[in-house]
């Protein structure tokens, strides 16, 4: 079955740095498009950002442009999501999610109820 599981999420003070990673198995990683989506507690699930399935085109919300990069390694099945100049505003639940469709744009991508499958999520709570 596909799974999806995340690491790397912990406390950090404001303007620290945190890398989160996110292994995939049961389906073909490198053909999809992946995304980092989040929750706050209290809150519905905020899409951050998502890259094609070599890797080439990446898009942010404008909450996390300029600080986060979303990368991933296709040999190893494994997304990244690289975090600096963290906010307090930016503790919530990270999951990874894998999208089923073909293409994506900068205006579609940010609608996690097109994916299918998703991660637990790690926990990342900024705070001093």
């Known amino acids: 079955q596909e799974e999806l599981v995340e690491s790397g999420g912990g406390l950090v003070q404001p303007g620290g740095s945190l890398r989160l990673s996110c292994t995939a198995s049961g389906f073909s990683f490198s053909t999809y498009w992946m995304h980092w989506v989040r929750q706050a507690p209290g809150k519905g699930l905020e899409w951050i950002s998502g890259?094609?399935?070599?890797?080439?085109?990446?898009y942010y919300s404008d909450s996390v442009k300029g600080r986060f990069t979303i990368s991933r390694h296709n040999a190893n099945n494994t997304l990244f999501l690289q975090m600096t100049n963290l906010l307090p505003e930016d503790t919530a639940v990270y999951l990874c999610?894998?999208?089923?469709?073909?293409?994506?744009?900068?205006?579609?991508?940010?609608?996690?109820?097109?994916?299918?499958?998703w991660g637990q999520g790690t926990q990342v709570t900024v705070s001093s």
């Open positions: 999610a894998k999208d089923p469709r073909a293409w994506v744009d900068a205006r579609t991508a940010n609608r996690p109820h097109e994916y299918n499958a």
């Open positions: 890259i094609v399935n070599d890797g080439t085109i990446t």
